[in-house]
């Protein structure tokens, strides 16, 4: 868990990096004269292990999974007001595919990445995503069909759900929504929706 957690960080900061650069690099072009910004003009050298395995721009779905090598599931349900957003693909240490998907609330406006559904094929299921553990405060095993789920609610943060199923790791984390909401049966038929 902790190397997929440190994958889902490093994932975030990449697109957040990526975004930034796509960002000034089309404010620059789209003028002749130069932006005045309060940015830092040193160039940060990324570690080569960060540079590499991350495709660059938006991917479709399709070409995460073409690059990936295993079926890519999409859900076909999806809670009001939320949108797919973009394709993340990693290539190691195993293939990984991330879906984004963005929240517009009807009263909050853009509230911008309300869940990512992460996809790794690995070759058996990694503990912490089939069981609790000794972690039982937070932490529920549910049955949605015939799949069996972890989920997971971080009072102070974000809820996911976790399962395994055909040498894929699959993980639904919400990192957005209305404050002091749990979206427990809302995830729970966005998973539904994938099998």
């Known amino acids: 868990m902790k190397k997929t957690i440190q994958s889902i960080l490093l994932i975030l900061a990449i697109y957040l990096v990526m975004t930034v650069s796509a960002c000034s690099s089309a404010l620059t072009s789209a003028s002749e004269e130069p932006i005045q910004t309060n940015t830092v003009s040193q160039l940060v050298e990324l ?3 960060i540079q590499t395995p ?4 938006i991917l479709s779905v399709s070409d995460a ?3 990936a090598g295993f ?7 999806l809670p009001a007001g939320v949108s797919f957003q973009t394709s993340v693909f990693q290539d190691t240490p195993n293939p990984l595919v991330i879906l984004q ?3 517009v609330h ?3 406006g853009d509230m911008g990445n309300f869940f990512q559904i992460t996809q790794e094929q690995m070759p058996e299921a990694p503990v912490d995503m089939i069981s ?3 972690q039982t405060d937070s932490c529920e095993l549910l049955n949605i069909g015939e799949l069996s789920v972890v989920y997971r609610l971080n009072p102070a943060g974000p809820e996911g759900l976790d399962w395994f199923s055909d040498s894929v790791a699959y993980r639904l984390l919400r990192t957005a929504g209305e404050p002091n909401k749990v979206y427990k049966d809302e995830l729970m038929k966005v998973v ?3 099998q």
């Not at 991350?54 to 721009?57: D, I, P």
């Not at 079926?71 to 349900?77: A, N």
């Open 47 to 49: 570690p080569e292990a």
């Open 54 to 57: 991350f495709t660059e721009g």
């Open 65 to 67: 999974e073409k690059l």
């Open 71 to 77: 079926d890519v599931k999409e859900p076909s349900y």
């Open 101 to 103: 998907y963005k929240l």
């Open 106 to 108: 009807e009263q909050f």
């Open 132 to 134: 609790c553990g000794a």
């Open 192 to 194: 539904d929706s994938m």
